[in-house]
């Protein structure tokens, strides 16, 4: 089990939600949905942690949108843990933005493109914050256990696993449910990442395309698989979203989806109080 602010992850813990902007586009944007989804988790009962990222620095082309900067990001991301009062993560990309960004957020998270960097990964552990690790597109779940011992041999085992999804030709990516229970054998809390597994990664050209509709299905399958917890990217308006809108969930479908994979859960066996009626 991990301990990220208030909430108890992974065991027979509740189910976890990590989602927001999958990019902070502004101090407004941000707060305004993580003052949302606050609420709707809340409401439900379902343990929050708020996501965005400062700088997607793994973008399909030069041109893409990268988000606020290091500074100014941090600085909003800092905001929305005072003022909502939930946990924040987001993405770093090397030892010193690692370093840095643990003095804002709850959860660093490594990107599955970075998930086999060693020095990044050891510097975020050493950080003594929770850390995400999004299993990489290229590798096989059993693989993901040295990805741990990088992280756990600074002493940090505060650690959640993400299932995003496997290469599977060009810009197309499959997901093995299997991953989940493997994963969690080695363990550590594992998230199922609804949203990216739906990418297509620059299958749209200058930027990664996707299908949204898939993305509450993978979620139920994911839940239904045992994952410990759910991640979305959620924008209000994802047409027009400047970074991955076709892999993020509507803001106004999240409610329904949430109470949906609640229920899920405690089929499974997961303890959880029975979630309200929603609004």
Same mark, same amino acid.
């Given at each position: =089990?991990?301990? #990220? @602010?208030?909430?108890?992850?992974?065991?027979?813990?509740?189910?976890?939600? !990590? @989602?927001?902007?999958?990019?902070?586009?502004?101090?407004?944007?941000?707060?305004?949905?993580?003052?949302?989804?606050?609420?709707?988790?809340?409401?439900?009962?379902?343990?929050?942690?708020?996501?965005?990222s400062?700088?997607?620095?793994?973008?399909?082309?030069?041109?893409?949108?990268?988000?606020?900067?290091?500074?100014?990001?941090?600085?909003?991301?800092?905001? &929305?843990?005072? #003022?909502?009062?939930?946990?924040?993560l987001?993405?770093?990309?090397?030892?010193?933005?690692?370093?840095?960004?643990?003095?804002?957020?709850?959860?660093?998270? !490594?990107?599955?493109?970075?998930?086999?960097?060693?020095?990044?990964?050891?510097?975020? @552990?050493k950080?003594?914050?929770?850390?995400? !690790?999004?299993?990489?597109?290229?590798?096989?779940?059993?693989?993901?256990?040295?990805?741990?011992a990088?992280?756990?041999?600074t002493?940090?085992?505060? &650690?959640?696993?993400?299932?995003?999804?496997?290469?599977?030709?060009?810009?197309t990516?499959?997901?093995? =449910?299997?991953? !989940?229970? &493997? =994963?969690?054998?080695?363990?550590?809390?594992v998230?199922? /990442?609804?949203?990216?597994?739906?990418?297509?990664?620059s299958?749209?050209?200058?930027?990664?395309?996707? /299908?949204?509709?898939?993305?509450?299905?993978?979620?139920?399958?994911?839940?239904?698989?045992?994952? /410990?917890?759910?991640?979305?990217? #959620?924008?209000?308006?994802?047409?027009?979203?400047?970074? /991955?809108?076709?892999?993020?969930?509507?803001?106004?479908?999240?409610?329904?989806?949430l109470?949906?994979?609640?229920?899920?859960?405690?089929?499974?066996?997961?303890?959880?109080? #029975?979630?309200?009626?929603?609004?």
């Amino acid at each position: =089990m991990v301990k #990220v @602010g208030s909430h108890e992850l992974g065991g027979k813990a509740p189910l976890f939600f !990590i @989602g927001g902007p999958d990019v902070i586009e502004g101090e407004a944007h941000a707060m305004r949905h993580a003052k949302v989804i606050a609420a709707i988790c809340r409401g439900i009962g379902i343990p929050y942690i708020f996501k965005s990222s400062y700088d997607k620095a793994n973008r399909t082309s030069l041109s893409s949108f990268r988000g606020v900067g290091l500074k100014a990001g941090l600085k909003i991301l800092a905001k &929305i843990r005072s #003022v909502v009062k939930v946990p924040v993560l987001t993405d770093v990309h090397s030892p010193g933005e690692a370093k840095q960004a643990a003095k804002c957020v709850d959860v660093l998270q !490594i990107p599955a493109f970075l998930s086999r960097q060693t020095d990044l990964l050891v510097t975020a @552990g050493k950080t003594g914050r929770a850390i995400h !690790i999004k299993k990489g597109q290229f590798l096989a779940p059993w693989d993901m256990k040295n990805v741990i011992a990088k992280v756990s041999s600074t002493g940090n085992r505060s &650690i959640l696993v993400a299932e995003r999804g496997t290469t599977f030709g060009y810009n197309t990516l499959v997901v093995d =449910m299997r991953s !989940i229970p &493997i =994963m969690q054998g080695f363990g550590y809390p594992v998230v199922m /990442d609804a949203g990216h597994s739906v990418q297509a990664p620059s299958g749209a050209g200058a930027v990664s395309g996707g /299908d949204r509709s898939m993305i509450p299905i993978l979620a139920r399958a994911g839940v239904a698989a045992g994952a /410990d917890g759910v991640f979305m990217e #959620v924008h209000e308006t994802p047409d027009h979203a400047p970074c /991955d809108g076709p892999n993020s969930l509507k803001l106004a479908d999240l409610e329904d989806l949430l109470f949906k994979l609640v229920l899920i859960s405690l089929a499974t066996g997961r303890k959880a109080p #029975v979630p309200a009626k929603r609004r």
